[in-house]
């Protein structure tokens, strides 16, 4: 699974978000700079969250849950200062 999204307003940032459910690779980057990245082999969670401030001209406090669904597919819900702005939703 993968989105992009534009953060801020005036000064813009661009967070990607990459997940590969059969691999188990997950890979967040802020303008190609890892925010986080991972490789989980056996066992997922069913609910995960990631939280990052985004500094610069203008500061945005991004948090992004990660729920899986019950057999394959997740559903991820981004929240840029508190706020939902984008709910991506895929199987597989």
């Given at each position: 699974m993968r989105f992009t999204l534009l953060v801020g307003?005036?000064?813009?940032?661009?967070v990607e978000f990459n997940f590969n459910q059969l691999c188990g690779t997950l890979d967040i980057r802020v303008d190609d700079r890892p925010v986080f990245q991972s490789t989980r082999l056996y066992n997922e969670p069913v609910h995960e969250v990631y939280h990052f401030v985004i500094d610069g001209a203008?500061?945005?406090?991004?948090r992004i849950e990660k729920r899986r669904k019950p057999l394959?597919?997740?559903?991820?819900?981004?929240?840029?200062?508190?706020r939902i702005t984008q709910v991506v939703?895929?199987?597989?």
């Open positions: 307003s005036s000064d813009k940032h661009l203008e500061k945005s406090d991004v394959l597919g997740h559903r991820n819900t981004v929240y840029v200062n508190d939703d895929r199987y597989f």
